[in-house]
């Protein structure tokens, strides 16, 4: 397991990453201009269909102001700050990455929203919370990253609130195995993906019940179409965050969906009682 979150923590490094980023800010004027999370998006989503599949997975797990939200696999801060600014819930961040955690904390210095957000340095397996601490938990283009669904689903369901709900917004295989590099993985070595079945079964395995399930291949591949149909990436800027190849991993990505190798999940669970 620790040579698998090496391979892992690898592929996330992004050394010297706030810096780049305070060099592309630069185009938005002083860094004592406070920026919004909107105008952040084509620098800190980094998932399939950007801000907009964020919002849809938040307004699909009820989200409300107040709600303890923790955002794991939480990158340089990008969903968890749209949520707190949309919401008014308290998000915490973790994520492998510590670059991407430090990158996370400048972002929301950037953004004045520090007394909604924390992030901090965690692996998913290895939760630093109490039981019981969360009412949502969301995981967005994460679980693809870990082979031991089993344990990380559990992990998830131990620090929510009996009746908090656990959002999931992921890749599955479809048929096939994919095409890489992606945006996750350059090789097989630490992508661990799962089929929408099997998924499911490992979630409700964990300790959930599915309130809501859709398959988002067909509005992916939509977008990956529209992408390659208007040239180059409107989000030229994931590039300072991934590396300079990011455009042909997210090309990957869409390759591997147009061609049936890949889907999308979109679902929120609720945390049943332990003893029940």
């Known amino acids: 397991m620790t040579d698998e979150l090496d391979g892992v923590r690898d592929h996330y490094r992004a050394t010297g990453l706030t810096e780049r980023l305070r060099t592309v800010l630069a185009d938005f004027g002083p860094e004592d201009r406070l920026l919004t999370p909107q105008q952040l998006g084509t620098l800190d989503q980094f998932h399939s269909r950007g801000l907009a599949a964020t919002a849809e997975l938040a307004k699909l797990a009820d989200i409300t102001a107040g709600m303890s939200v923790l ?13 707190a ?18 990158a996370a904390r400048y972002l929301t210095e950037r953004t004045g929203q ?3 957000l924390s992030f901090q340095t965690a692996s998913a397996l290895q939760l630093p919370f109490n039981e019981g601490r969360f009412d949502i938990v969301l995981l967005q283009h994460v679980a693809m990253n870990i082979s031991d669904r089993g344990r990380l ?5 131990r620090v929510l609130k009996s009746g908090g709900r656990f959002a999931t917004f ?6 096939g195995e994919p095409h890489y590099p992606l945006p996750w993985a350059r090789t097989p070595a630490t992508s661990f993906l799962l089929t929408i079945d099997a998924t499911h079964e ?12 859709q398959d988002d291949t067909e509005v992916a591949k939509a977008w990956f179409a529209q992408l390659r149909a208007s040239g180059p990436p409107p989000s030229p800027n994931l590039g300072v965050v991934m590396g300079p190849d990011f455009a042909e991993l997210a090309a990957n990505l869409g390759r591997n969906l147009m061609e049936g190798r890949l889907g999308i999940l979109t679902a929120v669970f609720e945390a049943v009682p332990i003893n029940s």
């Open 153 to 157: 689903y559990r992990e998830l369901r």
């Open 114 to 116: 520090g007394g909604q």
């Open 170 to 175: 992921d890749v599955v295989l479809s048929s």
């Open 85 to 102: 600014a949309t919401y008014g819930c308290r998000v915490t961040g973790v994520d492998l990455s510590e670059p991407f955690v430090e």
């Open 71 to 83: 955002d794991v696999g939480s990158g340089i801060g990008g969903p968890a700050r749209f949520l």
């Open 202 to 213: 490992a979630i409700e395995s964990a300790g959930f019940r599915m309130l809501a399930w």
